[in-house]
């Protein structure tokens, strides 16, 4: 009875205050305190959002880190690679200086060392004929003097084509009178040479042997005389 009496009362006030009773449920629904369930609910809920919080600024700072930490280490790797590319080309260079020192510093063959080497290996070269000019027929000695005078006659020749290439035009022109007249009195001296076998055998074979002896010494005072 005391419940009922205390509900009435609290009804009679309430309309005096124009609050029904729906409102009044309303009203105790709004201000009902939270259950102990709910409570721990919304407190899981907040450290939840809190925990995930907490995760995006980490992995924010971590790339930050991260990006901050790879520029340092691309520009590191930038300029190791620039300096190794000038070491190579630094090496290239002097690598090329020193041939270029070595070409330089090398002895310098003159023509004339050239072309009396080229000679020596001529004279070297005929005694392969020793053999016939000693115990061969006539025939074998002309064959052995005819090669003989051959190779003379054009290793005379490249030394006086070499020399168009060294002397200067008044020089050459002395020159080549000077041979012209050298190879007249060639002939003449191996001509007279054969006169003393005339008639026989012998005298073709001098004739030869006169032409590749002279031959030879023209070469060496053609180098020796002119070329340097």
């Known amino acids: 009875m005391k419940k009922l009496g205390y509900m009435l009362a609290l009804s009679l006030f309430l309309a005096g205050c124009g609050v029904n009773d729906g409102e009044f449920d309303d009203t105790a629904k709004i201000t009902k305190p939270l259950s102990e369930k709910e409570a721990i609910q919304d407190s899981t809920d907040e450290e939840r959002q809190e925990a995930e919080s907490d995760k995006i600024n980490e992995t924010s700072t971590d790339s930050g880190i991260s990006e901050s930490s790879e520029k340092p280490a691309a520009e590191v790797k930038r300029k190791s690679s620039e300096q190794a590319s000038s070491v190579k080309e630094q090496a290239q260079k002097n690598e090329k200086i020193t041939s270029d020192v070595k070409k330089e510093s090398a002895p310098v063959k003159s023509e004339r ?3 009396l080497n080229k000679l020596a290996n001529v004279k070297a070269s005929i005694s392969e004929f020793d053999k016939q000019l000693e ?3 006539m025939a074998e000695m002309g064959q052995a003097y005819g090669e003989i005078f051959k190779r003379w006659d054009q290793e005379m020749n490249d030394i006086y084509g070499a020399l168009k290439n060294q002397l200067s035009v008044s020089e050459m022109n002395k020159l080549r009178a000077e ?10 001296t191996a001509k007279e040479a054969s006169m003393k076998y005339e008639g026989g055998t012998m005298a073709s074979l001098e004739y030869v042997a006169t032409q590749a002896r002279l031959t030879e010494e023209r070469s060496y005072e053609l180098v020796e005389a002119y070329m340097y």
């Not at 012209?180 to 002939?187: A, G, H, I, P, Q």
């Open 113 to 115: 060392s050239k072309y």
């Open 135 to 137: 115990g061969g027929t």
């Open 179 to 188: 041979q012209r007249n050298w190879l007249t009195y060639r002939d003449k």
